[in-house]
C-alpha cells in the first residue's frame, strides 16, 4: 500500500520557501478534524476550508459541526489567515448519490460514494476557483480509508486539473494531536460519522 504520508511530505518539501504560498481548499468534515490539518498545512499553504457536508444529520447537528468550525477558525493562531465557505444544508444530494445503498454497513460501499460526492465538490469549486491543489480532512480519522479516499482525489485531480494533495493525516500521531487540539479549544466531538445510517448504527 503507499504511503500518502511520505507522498505528501514530498510534495510539501518542493513547494517554493519564498513568495506567495499556493493555494488550497481544503474539505474539512468538522472542526476537530481539521484542526491538526489546518496546523500541519497552513503553513505551506493560503488555506480556504470548504465545508460540504449534505451527509451530516440531522440538520441541527450540520449547523453545530459549522458553527465549531467557524470558532476554531477564528481562535486558532495560524500564519496566514484562512477562509471558509460554506454550503447550504442539502441532505437530498447525498441520500440522492446513496441511494440504493442504504443497507450497507458503515465503512462499505456507501461511505466510498459519500468520499466522492464531497472529494467532487471541493475538486469542482477548487478548478472553478482558481485554486492549487486540494483535499481533504477526512484521512485525519481512523475511521476513515485513507486509500480509497486517495484514490478518488487522484482521479478527481486528472479530470478537473487541479492536483490534488495525498495524504494519511492520521499518522505521525496526526489523530492524536486533533483530540488534543479539540480538546484545547473545547471543540464539540460528534459520536458518530454525521449520516443518519451512521447515527442508526451508533458508531
Avoid at 481562535?75 to 441532505?91: F, G, H, N, R, S
Amino acid at each position: 500500500m503507499e504511503n500518502y504520508q511520505k507522498v505528501m511530505e514530498s510534495i510539501l518539501a518542493q513547494l517554493p520557501q519564498e513568495g506567495d504560498k499556493p493555494r488550497l481548499l481544503l474539505h474539512s468534515c468538522c472542526g476537530p478534524c481539521s484542526s491538526y490539518v489546518l496546523e500541519c498545512l497552513a503553513a505551506h499553504f493560503r488555506v480556504t476550508v470548504d465545508y460540504y457536508n449534505p451527509n451530516i444529520f440531522p440538520e441541527e447537528e450540520f449547523e453545530k459541526r459549522l458553527s465549531e468550525q467557524c470558532r476554531l477558525l477564528a481562535e486558532m493562531p495560524l500564519p496566514t489567515k484562512v477562509e471558509l465557505i460554506a454550503d447550504p444544508y442539502d441532505e437530498a444530494e447525498f441520500l440522492d448519490a446513496v441511494k440504493g445503498l442504504e443497507a450497507e454497513p458503515e465503512g462499505g460501499k456507501r461511505c466510498a460514494v459519500c468520499y466522492r460526492l464531497r472529494l467532487e465538490h471541493t475538486a469542482k469549486r477548487a478548478a472553478a476557483e482558481g485554486f492549487d491543489f486540494f483535499t481533504t480532512t477526512l484521512t485525519v480519522s481512523p475511521y476513515k480509508h485513507a486509500d480509497v479516499l486517495n484514490e478518488i482525489g487522484k482521479e478527481l485531480a486528472k479530470t478537473v486539473g487541479v492536483p490534488y494533495l495525498f495524504s494519511d493525516f492520521k499518522k505521525k500521531d496526526g489523530y492524536k494531536r486533533s483530540c488534543t487540539l479539540a480538546a484545547e479549544y473545547g471543540l464539540y466531538r460528534q459520536d458518530y460519522c454525521g449520516c443518519r445510517f451512521s447515527l442508526r448504527e451508533d458508531v
